[in-house]
């Protein structure tokens, strides 16, 4: 009896243990297909055994600058309103929110990041669309049409 229940319970480990991934290992990236008040958002995630291991979220004008880290656009864009607004505060706390977001068994929306709403909810439109690639190993960049406003 007992060889019977230690022969049952290594079956029902290595079935346990041998459990099929539901993302293909890879680095995935997904982007708008057009500018939005000048500006593309873009998303790139590294998915290792399920789970997210490296996240590169920002967004990028035509000369090819990046918000977090346009200066004048950090200085001007939010001049008169709270600092937590700047690209250069909201996109860190942005990845940061994506690195630590349940994928398994379904993706779990991030909160909104605060003074970062539109961004937060680009980056939740971003993740899904890698994540629906993600299943099958497609690591060719996907584009995606902002919402109808």
Same mark, same amino acid.
Request: hydrophobic fraction near 40%; include cysteine.
């Given at each position: ?77 939010? +001049? ?7 690209? =250069? ?5 942005? !990845? @940061?929110? %994506?690195?630590? /977001? &349940? ?8 909160? +909104? ?7 937060? =909810? ?5 993740? !899904? @669309?890698? %994540?629906?690639? /993600? &299943? ?14």
């Amino acid at each position: 009896m007992k060889k019977t229940l230690l022969i049952l319970a290594a079956i029902v480990f290595a079935v346990t243990a041998c459990e099929k991934q539901t993302y293909v290992d890879g680095t995935y990236t997904a982007t708008f297909d057009e500018p939005h008040y000048g500006w593309t958002d873009f998303l790139t995630v590294t998915l290792e055994n399920d789970a997210v291991t490296e996240v590169d979220f920002d967004g990028v004008n035509d000369a090819g600058d990046l918000k977090s880290t346009d200066s004048a656009y950090n200085a001007n864009m939010w +001049a008169n309103s709270d600092p937590q607004n700047k690209p =250069e505060l909201f996109t860190p706390a942005i !990845e @940061a929110a %994506l690195s630590n /977001a &349940t994928i398994i068994p379904e993706y779990e929306e991030i909160d +909104a990041v605060t003074g970062a709403t539109g961004a937060s =909810e680009n980056a939740n439109l971003l993740m !899904e @669309a890698i %994540l629906d690639i /993600a &299943t099958e190993g497609d690591v060719s960049e996907v584009v995606i049409s902002y919402p109808a406003e």
